[in-house]
């Protein structure tokens, strides 16, 4: 019988979450082309300064069942962001449309390619995405960002 609990992650299993989001995202079709294989392209706990795709972690990352034999289910709480310079209407609901197909992605289980370490995503539940910032610094780059709870779990030895 797993034991119900709300305890945090620990840091390594955290670390490995980041290490899972960035295999899963590079893994998805909706990535645009010229930020896949690109140096900072796709960049975890980060937006850089130029046109990316970052993956943010939230607060909140738990272990929801621990089992004897070392089993798990965690749920971790992230966003999706992408940057871009869109000018015009037309650019910005292409912007915004390359946000709602990666999460569109991320909730089709069948689609979602292994983890390592013998982890299983279980379920993905995402919203839809909202613009978060205008005109950093002058530049005119948008950042469209949707919001993603994941759960997992790892098998015991």
Do not use: H
Request: proline share 4%.
């Amino acid at each position: 019988m797993p034991e119900e609990i709300k305890e945090r992650l620990s840091k390594t299993e955290y670390d490995k979450v980041g290490e899972m989001l960035l295999e899963l995202i590079a893994e998805c079709p909706y990535i645009p082309a010229d930020l896949k294989g690109k140096t900072g392209g796709i960049q975890y706990q980060s937006m850089g300064t130029d046109k990316c795709i970052g993956i943010l972690t939230l607060p909140g990352a738990k272990y929801v069942k621990k089992y004897v034999s070392g089993s798990f289910v965690a749920q971790v709480s992230f966003q999706i962001a992408y940057k871009s310079s869109p000018t015009n209407n037309k650019g910005r609901i292409d912007a915004q449309a390359v946000v709602d197909n990666i999460m569109d992605w991320l909730e089709d289980i069948e689609k979602l390619p292994s983890l390592s370490g013998g982890r299983k995503i279980t379920k993905i539940t995402a919203s839809s995405s909202f613009a978060t910032v205008d005109e950093v610094s002058g530049d005119k780059q948008t950042v469209f960002v949707a919001n993603a709870e994941m759960r997992y779990e790892k098998k015991g030895a």
